[in-house]
Every structure is written in C-alpha cells, then in structure tokens.
C-alpha cells in the first residue's frame, strides 16, 4: 500500500522568507511524487513532478521540491514567498511498481500556506 | 496535456435525489478516475473507469451509490444516488497521461 503525509496541516510564512511544505512518502516499490496547488474555489493545479533523475525538480511559479529517498521525503519549498502563494498544497504518490495496470495516486490530507504581508 | 471540462460546476440538491456529473477530455485516455473531496479535506479515490469495462471502486464506494459510465475513450459520467446531506463535497474526473495527473474543476455539490 502507499501513503503520504503531510505533517503540517498549516504553515505561516512572511511575505520574501523562504518557505517548506513538508511532505514523507510510503511505497513497496520506487515512487512517482507529485505536488498540486488549489487555490480557494479553484480545482486542482499540478506544481511539479519528480520521476527519476536529479532529486532537485524545479516546477511552477518557483517551486521547487527535493527528493530523499533515505528520508522517503519530498519537502516542497521556494526561495522567497508570495502573498500570492497562499493556497491549499497538496502532496501525492504513485508507485511505479503499480504503474503498469493501476495508475492510483494517493494524495496527502494537504498544508494550507498562508503567506503574511 | 489534457483539458478536462465538467458538469455541472456546481449545484445544491435535495436529499434522496440523484445527480450525474459529466466529465469530458480533449483527448483519448484509456483511464479515468473519480474523486471525492470534503469540505477541509483530501481527495479520496472513489472509482477508476476503463473504457468498456466495470468502473473498480475504492474501499467504502459501492456501485449502487456511485454508478459510472465509460462509453468512449474521452467522456466519462459519475452519478451520487440518493444523495444525503454527507455527499455535499466537490467531486473531481481526473487522467493520467504521461505520469502526470490531470484534474478537471470540479463540481461543488451541496445536499439540503
């Protein structure tokens, strides 16, 4: 079975520091990692992916995530804040090992970022 | 990518009726997958859809209270049966193409 936890429900972060949405990972077998963005009454935006190869992923708006797999991590994190950034993140797992028939992705309970002026 | 479209975008139903919520893709995906998200909370999978076959559901979703048709390769129709004032969520299609998952808006559905 795979899991994903998101041990923040939220993180406060001023406006220009850097911030980190925590994120920790189960799979049996290699993992497929993801983090989406929901904006209040919005659906679903995918941030970035991390698949195989450099642990560094850069994605959208100036996210970027890194990949442990010794920690079974994959902390989201941006050098400087927006206000604009603040939205619900939501981290996500697919196991490779699933990947052939069953492409389920399991999402965590999400962090909300609040982003202070 | 995918552009995916839903219907309705929201809407408040009274209790013990049903809604079937569509959900088009602007291209071919063998799977489509349904999820459910609560108000304050994550997104639970409720079925996967295969084209021409039975929709496999998740622990705790049955078929009699959440039928899905999969009658072509870019559409896809979840339907919340006598619904209760428990299913007010927002229920999302989403694909995957590439190992990237899509999602679509959502439908906001509130039960009275």
């Known amino acids: 079975a795979q899991s994903v936890a998101q041990p923040e429900d939220q993180v406060n972060v001023a406006e220009g520091n850097p911030l980190t949405v925590k994120c920790t990972y189960s799979?049996?077998?290699?993992?497929?990692l993801f983090w989406y963005v929901q904006y209040p009454n919005r659906g679903l935006q995918f941030l970035l992916k991390?698949?195989?190869?450099?642990?560094l992923v850069k994605g959208s708006y100036g996210f970027e995530a890194e990949f442990n797999k010794s920690q079974t991590s994959f902390h989201l994190k941006k050098p400087s804040a927006l206000v604009s950034d603040s939205a619900l993140y939501f981290c996500?797992?697919?196991?490779?090992?699933?990947?052939?028939?069953?492409?389920?992705?399991?999402f965590g309970t999400g962090t909300k970022l609040q982003v202070i002026p | 990518s995918a552009v995916i479209s839903q219907k309705p975008s929201r809407d408040i139903c009274q209790r013990g009726t049903s809604l079937t919520i569509q959900c088009q893709v602007d291209s071919q995906v063998t799977m489509m997958f349904w999820y459910r998200q609560q108000p304050g909370q994550s997104l639970t999978l409720i079925a996967t859809?295969?084209?021409?076959?039975?929709?496999?559901?998740e622990s705790g979703f049955v078929i009699d209270k959440f039928p899905i048709s999969r009658p072509n390769l870019t559409f896809s129709t979840l339907t919340v049966s006598n619904m209760s004032p428990e299913d007010s969520s927002i229920y999302l299609c989403?694909?995957?193409?590439?190992?990237?998952?899509?999602f679509g808006p959502g439908t906001r559905l509130t039960v009275t």
């Open positions: 799979v049996s077998g290699n993992p497929y």
């Open positions: 859809a295969n084209q021409g076959s039975e929709a496999t559901y």
């Open positions: 989403s694909v995957s193409i590439a190992s990237e998952q899509y």
């Open positions: 991390y698949i195989t190869g450099d642990n």
């Open positions: 996500a797992v697919r196991d490779i090992a699933n990947s052939g028939g069953y492409q389920k992705v399991t």
